[in-house]
């Protein structure tokens, strides 16, 4: 009998068809944003575009060699200007009749999404249809993010056309070191603008939901209905909350604390709807579908209702790259067991990645995107490794193992980039997850059959049993992370780092693999690289004296931070404040993380203070009166310009900074008198926070 040898990596790629096509159509949506793009560049664009899938096909039908690898390079130069295509597509630069290009005296948008309405504010994205100008309707394109006060609760509902009357503005780009970068945050959902309607300034012009049939609106139906059942069976808000969540992906009610909760021990993955929760409510429904005995004729019925109900469940879930990615793959391992044909997970996860790409280019740059993928590819390919790692014979510790054989696999390909994007890591992931994953897994199921279950003595049981889940779910997390170095907070690391990072650990799979020692040494000089990258970085910043002036808006905060302590001057209430956490937060942690100490402003009465730092005093002023001792850096706030002069004549500053609570009127007066003194200054309003290191002195 012949024995069949081991496929090698390369035969075993060979097996990924689209592998070729995926990896230069993922390339080039990377490079896309690079490049310089305008209206007449992506017309050109299209046109050759056009041209090269011509020569190819022609290329393709002719025979000889020429036409061989002319077929060859059409095609590959074709998937390449494709895809630069695709990224462009709906890009307020290329888009003639995009709202953003006419001078609009008023606009009129439909809600594509439910509204979120917290605390009388109201914020959902629309599409703008249409505007008046000079008293005509034009209609356009493009998508904007609308925030307005409702006066009525669940006023507005998805497909609701409005009128509205405001000044619509680009989104800004982050004011701060590390903020939260909104504006590429919505670029992946083709939204560039936003607007604030003031009350008056808009109305419904009809309920276009209730005449018109959507899939989305649908969709958006059926998540209300269920979490209306839902809710009814759960009396704890926050239980309530985490249980939407868990099911349904709706996680807008999750208090602050309970998120940094599931954020800080590494179990936020459970709060969005993806391949668990897809493969629970498979099991779920393979469960009572199995129970049936379906005749010869009706045996496609199973897999049509399985289909139907996972694609079902997706569009309820909102659609988002995880659950996508998990309704593509088992819509595959479907195909496969109805038509009794082998399944490769590699294939499949491929296939998705490419077909949510399709549909939405920019979800290359969102990061549950890529940590979904990264994930399951961990699962995939590190598992194995895993499972040899820790062998086991007893049948309990074998099902404890394959439980954290899932999160370890999935983690070891995901920690790089969590780094990379927030230079935070979870120690006690893994008592987190095994705490968690089982007793989510029943809230699941508790959950589905709630939604579905008629009798309400059931309910009320499987209600009271969820309650007692989520609470225990909530008390072992925070407990987890009110232990000792819970989590590990680093600066964000490098694309260097990451880079050597991940072609380490491949290295190492590679050498476990197919038993090659010399991928062993190339992964320990990955590593050796990144401890030397690491510590000259850390060599350098040692004993870098840091300040800041962050861009708080109308608040000033204002930081001073070396070898590890800090000092924060605000006007907000404490470093706990929103809009301070937002701004500056994560930068203020990662540099004090030794003491830091916080000093209150008063924010609203007009007064003067005078700080003495290391690099040097700092006056803050907000108006004339009082003794006026000579500062090295001077803040001018709320409008203080009548007798400036005359202070600055006394104080003698070599920098004057103008923040956030100065009206731009003002500012452009103050900069004007500020030229004719010879004095230098920067404005921060609509500007990027002041940062000044030592080596700038």
């Known amino acids: 009998m012949a024995i069949m040898k081991e496929l090698s990596f390369v035969q075993r790629l060979e097996r990924i068809p689209i592998l070729k096509i995926a990896i230069l159509y993922i390339l080039t949506l990377l490079v896309a944003p690079t490049l310089p793009i305008s209206r007449p560049i992506f017309q050109y664009l299209q046109q050759a575009l056009i041209v090269m899938t011509l020569l190819t096909m022609c290329c393709y039908f002719f025979r000889g060699k020429i036409c061989k690898y002319g077929y060859t390079c059409g095609y590959y130069l074709s998937v390449v200007l494709f895809g630069i295509f695709h990224y462009w597509r709906n890009d307020p630069i290329v888009i003639a009749n995009h709202f953003s290009q006419i001078d609009a005296a008023s606009y009129v948008v439909k809600i594509i999404e439910e509204p979120h309405i917290k605390q009388h504010i109201t914020r959902f994205s629309g599409e ?86 959507s899939v989305f609106g ?28 868990l099911l ?35 099991g779920f429904l393979s469960l009572i579908i199995r129970q049936i005995a ?133 120690t006690y992931f893994l008592l987190a997850n095994l705490l968690v994953d089982i007793p989510s897994t029943l809230v699941m199921y508790a959950g589905f059959i709630i939604t579905i279950n008629p ?43 990451l880079f050597l990072a991940y072609f380490a650990v491949f290295s190492f799979l590679y ?39 962050y861009n708080t808006k109308h608040e000033l905060t204002m930081g001073y931070f070396k070898a590890g302590r800090g000092i924060v001057y605000s006007t907000f209430d404490s470093l706990q404040a929103k809009g301070l956490q937002y701004a500056c937060g994560r930068e203020i942690a990662l540099l004090s993380t030794g003491e830091l100490q916080f000093v209150p402003l008063n924010g609203q009465d007009r007064k003067n203070y005078f700080v003495t730092l290391p690099l040097g005093k700092v006056a803050i002023l907000s108006h004339p009166k009082g003794t006026m001792s000579p500062a090295d850096l001077v803040i001018i706030r709320k409008n203080f310009l009548y007798g400036l002069a005359d202070v600055l004549k006394q104080v003698r500053p070599k920098l004057v900074i103008l923040d956030g609570s100065n009206s731009m009127e003002k500012c452009l007066l103050t900069q004007r008198m500020l030229d004719s003194l010879g004095i230098q200054h920067y404005l921060m309003k609509d500007n990027f926070a002041y940062v000044w290191n030592k080596e700038n002195l």
């Open 294 to 426: 379906w005749p010869p004729y009706l045996k496609w019925l199973p897999l049509t209702l399985l289909w139907s109900t996972i694609w079902i469940y997706a569009f309820i879930a909102g659609l988002d790259a995880p659950i996508s990615r998990a309704a593509i793959m088992i819509s595959f391992v479907l195909c496969a067991q109805y038509f009794k044909r082998s399944f490769s997970s590699l294939n499949s996860l491929t296939i998705a990645a490419v077909l949510i790409l399709l549909f939405a280019p920019r979800a290359i740059y969102d990061v549950g995107f890529q940590l979904s993928f990264l994930a399951v590819l961990g699962m995939i390919i590190c598992a194995p490794l895993v499972k040899v790692l820790l062998p086991v014979n007893s049948s309990i510790l074998r099902f404890l193992r394959d439980i954290l054989t899932v999160s370890i696999a999935a983690q070891i390909l995901t920690t790089p980039l969590s780094l990379y994007y927030f230079g935070q890591f979870p």
């Open 128 to 213: 703008v249809i249409g505007v008046h100008r000079q008293g005509k309707f034009v209609q356009t394109s493009g998508r904007l993010i609308i925030t307005l006060k409702l006066s009525t609760k669940n006023f507005l509902q998805f497909g609701d056309l409005l009128w509205l009357k405001a000044d619509v503005k680009r989104i800004a780009p982050p004011r701060n070191p590390m903020e939260f970068d909104y504006r590429e945050y919505m670029r992946k959902y083709a939204i560039h603008h936003q607007v604030f309607v003031k009350s008056g300034y808009y109305r419904v012009i009809s309920r276009q939901a209730i005449r018109e049939f």
């Open 455 to 497: 009798v309400d003595w059931l309910n009320e049981i499987l209600g009271f049993l969820l309650e007692h889940l989520m609470d225990f779910i909530l008390s072992s997390l925070k407990f987890i992370d009110h232990l000792p170095f819970s989590t590990i907070k680093i600066c964000p690391m490098e694309f260097s780092i």
């Open 248 to 282: 349904y992906g709706f996680r807008s009610e999750i208090s602050t604390d309970s998120m940094e909760a599931f954020i800080n021990t590494g179990t936020v993955h459970i709060l969005s709807v993806s391949g668990m929760h897809v493969a629970v409510l498979f």
């Open 511 to 549: 050498a476990f693999q197919w038993k090659d020692k010399r991928y062993v040494w190339l992964a320990l000089y990955c590593g050796i690289g990144m401890l030397l990258i690491n510590g000259k970085k850390w060599l350098a910043s040692n004993d870098l004296e840091r300040f800041r002036i």
């Open 218 to 245: 649908l969709a958006l139906q059926m998540r209300k209905y269920f979490l209306l059942k839902l809710r009814s069976y759960l009396k704890g808000d926050e239980n309530f909350a985490i249980a939407s969540a």
